[in-house]
């Protein structure tokens, strides 16, 4: 009931997390509005949508679009009461053959798209007095791996920016909160792993989207600083913050098979 009547603005809701969690959100009686670039498969899962909910077009990478999407967003439903910014996407692939322009744009999309909808938002939240922020990062935000020096980069910006943001906010009452999921069995990998080689290496620990969603409720619900997925996977982070280098030896051949 704590998600009841709330109206949570969802990037990258097309496919993947965002769609589910706009349809479980309007399960438990929230408001969610779908953006995303395909206004074709928003239509689609708005469809499957039981309540109300709303479906804008939005360019995460569009800062005029983003701006304005808000704005359309505010004189629809008069509040916004939680932003999760989900939209991204990444790619496997060695630094010496990603093209510098692979960096450029996942860090626009991953990174600066976040930056661009909690601007937008922020506004309104201060005028509200109240507000949550939940910003999808990943285990990659904490760990590295090979093949990975483009995505994993955009990570560790979101997780710096969650951080650094909670404190400049929380005295607003609006609440910033990271969620750091490994590896999630969804439509992520046909672009990052196109060959299979990496989801078939993963696929014990792969996550079903179900799980996911739950978590991410639960701190939505809870106002969660961070949760960190699978839970094992926080030990592991942990370790690897006090013993970096140490992990680096005994996890990297597992972490390094993409």
């Known amino acids: 009931m704590m998600l009841k009547g709330k109206v949570v ?9 965002g769609a589910l969690a706009a349809i479980r959100l309007a399960e438990r009686g929230a408001v969610p509005v779908l953006t995303g670039r395909n206004r074709d498969k928003l239509a689609e899962i708005a469809g499957r949508i039981k309540g109300g909910c709303s479906v804008f077009q939005m360019d995460v990478t569009n800062t005029d679009q983003v701006r304005h999407t808000v704005e359309a967003i505010i004189a629809k439903h008069g509040r916004i009461d939680i932003l999760l910014n989900n939209a991204g996407y990444g790619k496997f692939e060695r630094f010496t053959d990603m093209p510098v322009d692979e960096f450029d744009q996942m860090m626009d999309t991953n990174y600066m798209g976040i930056v661009r ?17 939940v910003n999808i990062a990943s285990m990659a935000g904490k760990i590295g791996s090979a093949k990975s020096t483009a995505y994993t980069a955009t990570k560790h910006a979101v997780l710096g920016f969650t ?14 909160s990271a969620v750091n999921p490994g590896p999630i069995d969804t439509p992520f990998f046909e672009l990052a792993d196109p060959s299979g080689t990496y989801v078939k290496n993963v696929s014990w ?5 179900e799980y996911v969603v739950k978590s ?5 619900e809870r106002k969660k600083d961070e949760m960190d997925l699978p839970k094992t996977a926080s030990i592991g982070i942990k370790l690897y913050q006090l013993l970096p280098r140490t992990v680096d030896r005994l996890l990297g051949p597992w972490l390094n098979r993409k």
């Open 205 to 209: 620990f792969m996550m079903k989207p």
């Open 163 to 176: 951080n650094s943001l909670r404190m400049e906010l929380r005295e607003h009452g609006i609440h910033v």
């Open 117 to 133: 909808c909690t601007k937008a938002v922020i506004p309104y939240m201060l005028q509200q007095g109240e507000g949550q922020i």
């Open 9 to 17: 603005l969802i990037s990258g809701a097309s496919s993947g997390i």
């Open 216 to 220: 991410i409720l639960r701190v939505m």
